[in-house]
């Protein structure tokens, strides 16, 4: 390899490309972008954090970025899009074609997106599949079906309606005989920090299945969406689970399955609110007027707190017998603890698995697996950043088990796909060893084969 061009690294690292961190977005300090930071730097302090630390100091700016940057579809046109990209193409007759070639079904597969749920403003995954028909002597360039669908995804969102304006919105500026979309979206579902230590098998994932048809596609028994669906049939989608428009369950978002809304901090609401006015929306909107609070409740799960007292009130006297997943040579293996997090940089969820292993001797008192998920717990509820969760978690089991310890964290960070970077199914591990695993190759390398091959998933 060449040697790195200093000038050009310069230049990238003043546009905000940061050894160790984030890439910035670039979005100018607008009125909106201040009203966001000024909304976050209240939530903070509402968690009992220092906005002045290390840290959190540039926290509110990324927020607002990467909020803006997720939801800059209130700020794009389709016909913007669309306008230059519909290309005439012979073979489609007077109208529609059936023959195969230009005039039958286009399908444009697996397109990964991401969107807000307006219910909580976390993040949500969505798998798109659109087909439509061509006519009018016109077919669309392929990569404008994406960024059609991208518009509407990058906005406060609920699957249903997602899918139905994706189509509305293809069928109005291409004009085809008829487009399908269907969706595969998936919700993040933390748990709450009580629940985390109680249910050792939480879900981590809320899917729903839609779909939404127009023209030739708007009977749903039309033997045209019988070739969309089986041009499908490879993706992992059961089409009997299709979500329908008149089911009674419209709920798919987790945090409208807990218990009736109390009270939250009226503070934290208020600048939440103002965040979905900074973004264009309207906090009235019957849709968002729970938002605010369902959002502050979920957030507070992140609240600074003191380890010996959460510990002593969850663990201590729950605790198990050692039964480790992995015993050799005096190293114990404890693997895959499940952990939720929050990113202190852009206050976005991150999710994922943690393996443990120690060196066994007679004056170390093994614990139970249920003690180290609790310390795995403690430390992932609060914000966080991958690096320094793996270090806690390591020194704070290295203080029962003797000192000897090696933490491997394996996440994936809604940061990669929800702020402009779209790394889809990307995933972090970071390693700590304390001890003898710091000068032990053998110890590192037999403790890292115990660990399975794939242990997170992203939805």
Known sequence: ??????????????????????????????????????????????????????????????????LREGTRGYREKVKDIVQGALF??????????????????????????????ESCLLPFLVKCHIGYVPSGHQVVGLSKLSRVADVFAKRLQDPQRLA???????QHSIKPAGVAV???????????????????????????????????FENEKADIWGNFLSLLKFRAINVEK??????ADKCWCPSQTTSKIGPANSGMTSAVASILRSLGEDPSRKELLGTPTRFVKWLMNFKNSNLEMKLNGFVLGRTDTLKSTYYDEHIHSELNLSFWSQCEHHLLPFHGVVHIG?????????????????????????????????????????????????VVVEAHHTCMVSRGIEKFG?????????????????????????????TTTGG
């Open 88 to 117: 005439p193409e012979a073979g489609l007759e007077s109208g529609i074609g059936y023959a195969g070639g230009a005039g039958g079904l286009v399908v444009v597969r697996d397109l990964d997106l991401f969107s807000y749920c």
């Open 182 to 216: 269907v969706l595969q979206c998936s919700h993040i579902h933390f748990p709450s920090f009580e629940s985390a230590f109680l249910e050792s098998n939480h879900c981590g994932w809320a899917k729903m299945l839609v779909s939404s048809g127009s023209g030739v």
């Open 426 to 454: 990307s995933n972090t591990a970071t390693v700590a060893v304390l001890g003898r695993f710091s000068t032990d190759q053998t110890a590192r390398a037999k403790f890292l084969q115990t660990i399975p091959n794939s």
């Open 358 to 406: 120690y060196i066994y001797t007679e004056a170390v008192n093994p614990i139970g697996k249920s003690l180290l998920q609790s310390i795995v717990h403690f430390h992932g509820f609060k914000l966080q950043v991958q690096e320094r969760l793996t270090r806690q978690i390591a020194e704070t089991a290295s203080s029962l088990l003797g000192g000897d310890v090696m």
């Open 242 to 247: 299709i979500h329908l428009r008149d089911s």
């Open 1 to 66: 390899m060449g040697a790195l061009n200093e000038g050009r690294f310069n230049v990238e690292l003043e546009n905000g490309v940061t050894l160790g961190g984030c890439v910035e977005l670039g979005l100018e300090r607008e009125p909106e972008t201040v009203a966001i930071e000024d909304a976050v730097k209240v939530l903070l302090q509402g968690l009992g954090e220092d906005i002045n630390r290390e840290g959190l100091r540039k926290t509110p700016l990324r927020v607002a970025k990467a």
């Open 164 to 170: 139905d304006e994706v189509c509305s919105a293809l």
